[in-house]
């Protein structure tokens, strides 16, 4: 019953090593978004997309690449991890609705540690 | 997405109305007022929204003041569970992100 889940939890790797990150929603929704939070709790957009179209492309290095191969989901693959990569990420969905309300859901958050 | 300006922390003792306050004087006459709430470790969760009126619904009510510069969130009743960090965010359009500030840090004490 999950809403929006996000493979794995937890991600402990090295530096220099390249991981994924998965995001699936189950809502119908036709709006992703990926947020990065840091160690000082910071909750910042990183990509969104739109119908598998990409619509947001906040400052970002490019080993940061998103996938969506459907509305349902939206991964995020990182190049050559770096010591800053290590933080939370999440993955959340929307669909617009009448009169401005626009949830966003969210996934429970992936924590990733590079050694 | 106009500004929003909260306290960085707040108390409140179980059972009592928490009152969160945010103020955001540069706001413009279609952005709405959301408020999310991050409990720790988990992902953050919508609460209420807002445009000109107040509103309320099983959660929380949210008050905008005539001028619109300013809202305050009330948790009527609240309980241990509702610890957590509370962000008010501005925003205008539709399926785009929302900019997270730093939020109050809302302790629910027993």
Known sequence: DTAVSQTPKYLVTQMGNDKSIKCEQNLGHDTMYWYKQDSKKFLKIMFSYNNKELIINETVPNRFSPKSPDKAHLNLHINSLELGDSAVYFCASSQEQRGGLETQYFGPGTRLLVL | ?110
């Open chain 2, 1 to 110: 997405d106009a500004k929003t300006t909260q306290p960085p922390s707040m108390d409140c003792a179980e059972g009592r109305a928490a009152n969160l306050p945010c103020n955001h004087s540069t706001i413009s006459g279609n952005e709405y007022v959301y408020w999310y709430r991050q409990i720790h470790s988990q992902g953050p969760q919508y609460i209420i929204h807002g445009l000109k009126n107040n509103e309320t619904n099983e959660m929380a009510s949210l008050i905008i003041t005539e001028d619109r510069k300013s809202s305050t969130l009330i948790l009527p009743h609240a309980t241990l569970r509702d610890t957590a960090v509370y962000y008010c965010i501005v925003r205008r359009e539709t399926g785009y992100a929302l900019n997270f500030g730093k939020g109050t840090s809302l302790l629910v004490t027993p």
